[in-house]
């Protein structure tokens, strides 16, 4: 029975298909003839030798193409998109099911909250999974006593969340997820009384426990050390507290800090999750393994039956190097101010599922370990010296890649064993790394702050294959940023991290082709350089705009045919943004919150992560990974779920924004009147919409700095030091008018 039917099956999404193959084509084809128009006035300009009009044109020239060049990089993501359905119903036995590890990573308790971490390890126990085939593991890189605290309260009272979730077949794994939604009654054999009883009881083991967390942050040091030992402890098994007994039906947790010390790199998440890599390759061993950042709970516990339903199908699964899930969030407001849900980017993700597969996006996916030791191509008798460069000096480490994912310490003694410590120790020392291909090749690489894109890619590089699975009930939810500082900064790090990839030898457009179709190739290329909208948008913020206030046109007028061929270009852009948007159940309000968020982390975020990386490059900076601050501010958190934005942000993003800003009003409002005297509608119409349009779109700029007078708003001297600069710049524009 169990294999006459498959694990699964996919679907082309057609009706997208042929929208974004006839949008392709006809966008395709108006780009080429705004190109031409471009080419033919340029070759005018230099013809006739009007030095003034040079520079402006080749500078729009310029933004055009990066924009062009971007667009393009982003079409094979659209060329086929696919959806993919499982039947968990049909997997074999228990018995039969591969055994998983379940890596969590927290890395500061000042910025994580305990509770919130602790929400997340519970929910990866009580994931429906055969307990005896489920260990979980936390990375603590905080090496905190309070967070070491804190795991030991969470283990105690799963022993009783995760019996409950399992004889209740409960749907919210996460007990404070589960408390605040309410889920209703219990799961058919139970009476409902019984039910209510035990419901009530397990709301007060949760109360006990949140309390017993808040006394140890009270009272513990929750201070981070960069300085410290590796801890390695299974919890519950070896625990100072008394042996436990009962634990055949729970799954195995075990803490581990790594040792640190401030002369060795610790290469942040992907260091921490290598130390994982090898520690749980000593206890449990699983060939698969759920990889959660902290602030991303369990929200579905099927969730590792469908990966499986992917990892088990014959078909798949000999190329198949990780299930990636998409990120969802909990805590987005029903404005979503900030585009705080990354909604853009699963469609394309639908899309890379019919090339080689969806990049790897951090958290959420079920990964093989085989394809993280990137064992895959070696032969059965090489040598130990070999191993040894590959993996370090651990026998035991080596030994376990070759024992065919059989637990390695089932026995629960062993765990106090003397040689295991030791050998765990040895694999969790920070300079266990040195002179290995750990980080290179094998395990998590640590080359760019995104650690994820860039493992994927590797993996991609390598020919393993990737699929993406969206189920209906999100299987994991999260917490993305809620003010727009925070949002800006997560942003500059990703873009960071994506520029060391696209300046280093490993560009998708040059490594990539190399080594995979060149369309997934383009799919990595279309993030790496995104990062460049920043030039095209300073110039199309500031050029258009100058010459505005000057009266010289750049762009067709009105009564011209290219007049239609720009205007094609934006609407069909703008239409194209449209349709993704309602496609994926959202509306036009979306449209708007992604257009204004795309242009502020262009204009701040890209700018300074490509500063950031021009600056590592010549070796003045080092790039680093600091954690988002999940800790919420409720005066931050009433404004965001207001959907009033939040603009207490660091100068350095606040006051490029707003020169923009009054810059773009000012030179709108100057235009508008020139227009009015010469009568130049034709000409300037192009020119004079363009600040209109930022004018409309960032209109929560203005309020912030005129009309609001709460603690959200644009802090007053950013205001004035904006007024400043953009009036010296709009005297600039029209005093040599009149010289
Ligand atoms: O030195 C570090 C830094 C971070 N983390 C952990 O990494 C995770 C992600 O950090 P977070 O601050 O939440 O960053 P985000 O920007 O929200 O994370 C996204 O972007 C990262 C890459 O920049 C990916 O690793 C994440 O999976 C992805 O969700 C968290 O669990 C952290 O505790 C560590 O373990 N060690
Ligand atoms: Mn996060």
Redesign the pocket.
């Known amino acids: 029975m169990e294999n006459s039917f498959p694990l699964n099956d996919w679907h082309v999404r057609k009706t997208h298909l042929a929208i974004n193959r006839l949008h392709a084509f006809l966008h395709g084809i108006a780009l080429l003839s705004l190109f031409y128009y471009r080419l033919t006035s340029l070759t005018d300009i230099i013809r006739n030798k009007n030095t003034t009009l040079l520079l402006p044109h080749v500078l729009i020239l310029i933004s055009e193409l990066i924009l062009s060049f971007i667009w393009l990089l982003s079409q094979p993501s659209k060329w086929k998109p696919v959806v993919r359905t499982v039947y968990p119903e049909r997997l074999p036995g228990d018995e039969k099911l591969p055994s998983i590890d379940v890596f ?5 308790p000042n ?2 909250p305990c509770l919130e971490v602790m929400n997340t390890v519970i929910s990866a126990m009580a994931l429906d999974y055969p307990s005896d085939k489920l260990h979980v593991y936390l ?1 603590d ?1 905080g090496g905190s006593v309070a967070t070491f605290q804190a795991i030991k309260q969470a283990w105690k009272f799963s022993r009783f969340w995760v019996p409950f979730c399992r004889k209740y077949n409960v749907k919210v794994g996460c007990p404070e997820a589960y408390f605040s939604t309410d889920e209703s009654g219990p799961d058919g054999k139970f009476s409902s009384s019984q039910f209510v009883v035990d419901k009530k009881a397990i709301q007060k083991s949760y109360e006990e426990f949140k309390d017993s967390l808040e006394e140890i942050v009270a009272n513990t040091s929750t201070s981070v050390s960069r300085d410290h030992p590796p801890t390695i402890e299974v919890i519950g098994h070896a625990n100072d507290d008394g042996i436990d007994t009962d634990n055949n039906d729970m799954p195995l947790l075990v803490y581990v800090a790594r040792e640190k010390r401030p002369s060795h790199p ?1 290469n ?2 992907a ?3 290598n130390v994982l890599l090898r520690i749980s390759a000593m206890i449990s061993n699983s060939p698969y393994i759920l ?6 709970y369990c929200n579905d516990p099927s969730s590792a039956r469908q990966a499986m339903c992917l990892h088990l199908d014959p078909k798949l699964s000999p190329k198949l190097g990780f299930v990636q899930f998409p ?1 969802k969030f909990y805590n987005i407001s029903e404005t979503d101010i900030y585009d705080g849900q990354l909604r853009y980017i699963w469609p394309r993700w639908e899309g890379l599922d019919g090339l080689n597969g969806p990049i790897l ?3 959420c996916f079920y990964i093989k370990r085989e394809a993280l030791h990137g064992t895959q191509n070696f032969q059965e008798d090489v040598d130990l010296v070999q191993l040894h460069k590959c993996f370090g000096t651990s026998n035991e480490f080596i030994k376990s890649i070759y024992r065919n994912y059989k637990p390695n310490y089932p026995n629960e003694r062993k765990f106090s064993d003397d040689a295991l410590q030791k050998e765990l120790q040895l694999l969790a020392s920070c300079s266990y790394d040195n002179d290995t291909k750990w980080g290179k090749e094998v395990g998590f690489r640590y080359f760019a ?5 860039f493992t994927g890619f590797n993996l991609h590089c390598q020919g393993w294959i990737s699929v993406y699975l969206q189920p209906s009930r999100p299987a994991f939810l ?1 917490a993305s ?1 809620i003010s727009l500082s925070e949002l800006l900064v ?1 942003n500059t ?2 873009y960071l ?1 994506l520029n060391q990839v696209a300046m280093s030898r490993f560009s998708p457009l040059v490594y990539g082709p190399l080594r995979m179709p060149i369309s997934q190739s383009m799919c990595y290329a279309e993030f790496a350089y995104s990062p460049l909208y920043f030039l095209a948008l300073y110039v199309l913020a500031v050029i258009p705009q100058f010459f505005l206030v000057r009266g010289i046109s750049l762009y067709p007028e009105v009564s011209s045919p290219f007049f239609v061929v720009f205007s094609f270009v934006f609407l069909s852009s703008q239409l194209k943004h449209v349709q993704e948007i309602f496609s994926t159940g959202h509306s036009i309000r979306t449209w708007s919150n992604e257009q204004r968020m795309w242009m502020m982390k262009s204009l701040t975020s890209f700018l300074y992560a490509t500063l950031e990386a021009v600056m590592e490059k010549i070796r003045l900076t080092k790039a680093s ?4 601050n ?1 800790v919420v501010d409720d005066e931050q958190a009433k404004r965001y779920q207001m959907g009033v934005h939040d603009f207490q942000a660091p100068a350095l993003f606040m006051i490029p924004l707003c020169s923009l800003y009054i810059l773009n009003v000012a030179s709108f409002i100057i235009g508008f009147g020139r227009i009015m005297q010469t009568q130049k509608w034709g000409e300037m119409f192009i020119q004079a919409f363009i600040p209109f349009f930022a004018t409309i779109l960032h209109f929560p700029l203005l309020e912030g700095m005129v009309l609001r007078k709460d603690k959200g708003r644009v802090s007053p001297s950013v205001s004035l030091l904006s007024a400043v600069i953009s009036t010296i710049f709009v005297s600039f524009a029209s005093l040599g008018n009149y010289c």
């Open positions: 969590v990573c927290t890395a500061d910025k994580e990375s890189d610790h942040f998440k260091g921490a999750l990889v959660l950042d902290c602030d991303m990120q996006s951090g958290t702050v995104v650690e994820d894109y999260g940023p997560q790090r990703w991290g990974f600091l954690p988002t999940k």
